[in-house]
Structure formats: C-alpha cells, structure tokens
C-alpha cells in the first residue's frame, strides 16, 4: 500500500516523530500521548488505526532483541530473473520469513528467518533449501554494532 | 484491581524473570502482533493471556530495561512514506579491522543498521554490512561516497546492493507457534 506524506498532516507527523519508542507503559498509554500532543485519546487512537490502514505503521508494538527473543538469520539465495516471484512466494510460506527483498546484485532475494531456538531455525532452512533447490546463504549476526530503525523521518524531503 | 491476594511488586517482578512460562509466552506472541488500538490495550492483552493488566506493564518494563524489548512503540513501514532507497552495503574488511571501521560506521547518522557476519568463501567474501535508507537512490550514493572519502575507506572493496521490490517487511516472529 503507498500514500504521500502529504497525506499526513501535523498530528500524524508528530505521532511517529514521538513515539517510534518511548510508548507510556500506564492504564490508558493513548490518553498519556494525547496530553503530550494536546489533543484527544479517541484522537490518537484512530490517526494510529488511520495510520496502519495506510500501511504507514507496521504495527504499534514490541520490537524485540533478536538474540534474546530467540534465534535469527540472514539468508540469500541466487534464482533466475524471470522466476523471481516465484522463488520469492515460496520463502514467504516458510514459517518464521519476517523480511524477503529483491536486491540488485547476483544474490537478488535476501530474507530474514526468525524462529524459537536454534535447532528449529536450522530445520526450517534445510526444509526451504530442498524446496528451493538452491543453496542457501547463511549469514547470522556475529557482531551488532548499531540497529536503530526508529530514524527521524525526513519529511522535508518527502514533500 | 480484583484480586483475591493482592500483587507485590516483587511477585511480579519475579514472574516477569521467567520468559518461558506459557503466559509470558502468549504475551510475547500477542506483542509480535501489536497492541490493540483501544483505549486500554495493557488490559486487554493481559485478559487474552492469562494475566493481571498489572503483570503485563511490569513485564513491559521489565523487559525493557533487561533489553528483551528493544523498543516499544510505532513500527513505522518505510517505504510506504517513499523511504524506498535502500541500500545494503557489504564490505570486505580484513579481520582485525573489522570492528574498527564497524563501530565507525555505525557513528554516522545515515547509516540505520551496522553489523559482522561470516564470509562464506568462495561465494562470498563480505564480512560488514550496513545499511543507508533514503528517498532518493543518487542521493543514498552520495552520502556512501562521503562515508567512505570521511573516514578513509576507499581501499576496502565494498558493493551496494539496492533493494529492488520487498516481498514481505514484519516484525520478527520468535514465539512458538502453539502459543499464538
């Protein structure tokens, strides 16, 4: 789903531009971002309800640690061009596939596979590599030096 | 709140430790999916889950501070507000530079993402990805470009990889299935 930023007025913009994190963990968090912004709780929660039928917001939740929460991976596989979409439907069915990119280069579907623990991680990708019949590239995070998807927004630019 | 034995905050907390438990386990699956967008959301998870609304904002900040929750809040969908210039950028660094140039790459405001992994030789030589999202292509190319002039990185082989359609973008999934 697409819309325009400008689609998105003040109150909008300054509901994603305060609460990407930070989320009031009270009773009634609505009405806590609602005196914050100086509007309404009924407000808030229907620009978030507007907002996630846009397709703006994802959702409004926990975004958890990948380490912690259970086992992840990065994942790249090489297919045809032509069959790309193909390939790509095929990884979306795998149970746990959170994120699955065509990229420009001679890997061109990139995907993250997220599962419980280790060993159901490992069964996963064997099942999808015999599916695929390709090898998968398999890169876990070794070393995170920096995740913050929660940026400021570049509305300016956007316009 | 009706309880027949009231709530100590060190019950709570002593519950909240435990992960696993099939109610805490619900309640991290009820979260992959996001808060319902009404008035009392705490309350309603817990109702779904099993537990007291009390016992689901001490796990909240518990697990914050613990780091399990990374963030809680508005899960912005990128490319839908035309943030669709995303570049991954794979470099080949020598192993004992590594770190290094990775926690200098992490220190520029444009790049979002920044961590190791393991080359897989022969296909695949690159150790450090990063990722630049931006609205424009030429313009995600040039703060690449001033990255690499910055800090010296000209010698370090390196690709952009470009997204080119995204088939599925959503919050990890790590709950068991039988819990949702």
């Not at chain 1, 689609?7 to 305060?18: H, K, N």
């Amino acid at each position: 789903m697409h819309c325009h930023s400008h689609d998105l007025d003040m109150l909008d913009r300054r509901l994603i531009d305060s609460y990407q994190r930070g989320l009031p963990v009270c009773p009634r968090p609505f009405h806590a971002m609602a005196e914050c912004l100086g509007t309404s709780e009924a407000q808030v929660i229907d620009r978030l309800q507007r907002l996630q039928a846009l397709g703006v917001l994802s959702r409004v939740g926990a975004v958890f640690d990948h380490a912690m929460a259970g086992a992840s991976l990065l994942a790249a596989v090489a297919v045809p061009e032509e069959q790309r979409d193909a390939f790509a439907e095929l990884i979306n069915q795998t149970p746990g596939v959170n994120h699955n990119y065509a990229r420009e280069h001679h890997y061109n579907l990139w995907f993250v596979v997220t599962a419980p623990e280790e060993k159901s991680l490992a069964a996963r990708l064997t099942r999808l590599e015999a599916l695929l019949g390709r090898s998968i590239l398999r890169l876990p995070m070794e070393e995170s030096f920096h995740i913050d998807l929660a940026f400021t927004i570049p509305w300016a630019e956007l316009e | 709140m009706a309880t027949a034995t009231p709530l100590t905050l060190e019950t709570l907390e002593r519950d909240c430790r435990d992960h696993e438990s099939s109610a805490h386990l619900h309640l991290r699956a009820l979260l992959e999916e996001g808060l319902p967008l009404v008035a009392h959301p705490w309350q309603v998870l817990a109702e779904q889950c099993g537990l007291e609304e009390a016992e689901v904002m001490v796990c909240m900040q518990r697990w914050q501070e613990e780091g399990l929750i990374k963030r809680l809040g508005l899960v912005v969908r990128h490319r839908s507000l035309g943030i669709k210039a995303n570049a991954m950028v794979v470099w080949n660094v020598p192993d004992q530079d590594v770190t290094r140039v990775g926690h200098t790459l992490a220190q520029e405001t444009a790049v979002t993402l920044c961590y190791r992994r393991p080359r897989r030789l022969p296909e695949w030589p690159f150790n450090l990805f990063c990722m630049i999202h931006g609205v424009r292509r030429d313009q995600v190319l040039a703060q690449l470009e001033h990255i690499v002039q910055r800090h010296g990185l000209g010698g370090i082989e390196h690709q952009v990889l470009f997204s080119r359609h995204a088939y599925r973008q959503c919050g990890g999934r790590y709950a068991l299935e039988e819990t949702r």
